[in-house]
């Protein structure tokens, strides 16, 4: 009902800036959240930054004051902009978001994730 489709990975220097996007698409009613997560090779998953339908943020201790996560609510879109990259953030991102849908009369809501995006810093 809901598809979660990334853009924007790659290979980057150390110390240089990247920006991935998410798109929400299919029988969205509402968004009441939409964020990243990430998977460092052999780590678990873990919380880069999310935003609130209300526009308030929360960013992990690693990243803040170097990603900054912006929404386009009109085209239920986030992206995450990382500057001042380190070799340490290489992971796999993934879009995650918290969505009510109206499907054929009724109303869910639930958690969506998108297929992850590699991004590896390195030289």
């Known amino acids: 009902q809901v598809q979660l489709v990334e853009s924007g990975g790659g290979l980057v220097q150390p110390g240089g800036s990247l920006t991935v996007s998410c798109a929400a698409s299919g029988s969205i009613f509402s968004i009441y959240a939409m964020g990243w997560y990430r998977q460092p090779p052999g780590k678990q998953r873990e919380l880069v930054a999310d935003?609130?339908?209300?526009?308030?943020?929360n960013y992990a201790d690693s990243v803040k004051g170097r990603f900054t996560i912006s929404s386009d609510n009109a085209n239920n879109t986030v992206y995450l902009q990382m500057n001042s990259l380190k070799p340490e953030d290489t992971a796999v991102y993934y879009c995650n978001a918290d969505i009510r849908t109206y499907y054929y009369g009724s109303y869910s809501r639930d958690t969506y994730w998108g297929q992850g995006t590699q991004v590896t810093v390195s030289s």
């Open positions: 935003i609130r339908s209300s526009g308030r943020t």
